[in-house]
């Protein structure tokens, strides 16, 4: 199959969740043999209109990101192709009208990639939410919200994160704790509901780790010495993905208390280790859904149910990995794309 994606400003320009996602699809579509270019501003140093980086083509339709010229340039581009499928981000709007007619032209249907984290408002989100044949969204959450930007039921499909199974397996676990938190340590990281709870549980026995960086970490660490529990909670900064999975499967629990979260992407790689999920409700967090019809998992609602939440999570065996999560994995998660796609088509 032959994958036009579209996205005036990818990675290398605006690093997101949503852009991450957005490049992540073309290139498991390419590891599976099928053919995809990726249309978007270019980013490289060369006058060369085309790019490759490992293995993944790159398309300039302008230099640098022009947006009128941008979505001037785009239809043509994309019926010569000759796409089977067209996929766009959904930011800027203006992009997916002109996604939109190159996909006419290829006689392709449009889908739009829409993570959630898309500056997108107004007459802007409307546009982008009515002019594809189909919206993906990582989660329930934000189908509701594109819905209420415009689009129909049937027009949009919840199609989760994915994640590296085998990866998880290739690592060892790192020494046993009780609980583990990740998670940037900013304005959403609401990590106050997380001490408090481990706070209620000071004169017993527990260790925690917190992984994550930001503004708010001198002031998390005051208030952790505040708190009188510095001595069994530890800051180990962003960690990269390896020493991540191994915190994780040494981990009895993982805690979710942010205040937002489009797909709560550390909570599926903890529970993909064996993690109990602890999870508290936000309403502006998919986090709870994916615990939703999962044994191991406690839903709380403040820091008193979340510390009773640790004291019970000590009735489950500590498990370092868990194949109920094998569904996520990028494999089973990139068909679901293809799936979409075919039925589309057909």
Known sequence: MRVAFVAMETSQRADSPGSRRFERIPRLLSERGHEVTIFCGQWWDSYDDEWTVDGLSYRGVTLGTALSSFCTRLPALLAAYQPDVVHARPAPAKQVLAARAGSRLARAPLFVEWFGDEPLAGRQRRWAASKPTRIFTPSQLVRTQVREAGANGDQTLVIPESIDIERIQSVDPAEEI???YAHPLDESANIEDF???LAELREQGWSATIIGDGPKRAEYEQEVSDLRIGDRVTFVGACDRERRLEIYRGAHAF????YREHFATELLWALACGCIGIVEYQAESSAHELI????RSYRVTDPQELADAIVDAGEFEHQTENNEWDSYDH????????????????
């Open 178 to 180: 009780d609980v583990v």
């Open 195 to 197: 001490l408090l709870g």
């Open 255 to 258: 805690v979710q208390t942010a």
């Open 292 to 295: 939703e019809n999962y044994d």
């Open 331 to 346: 494999d089973a998660v990139i068909e679901q794309y293809l799936d979409a796609y075919r039925t589309q088509r057909s």
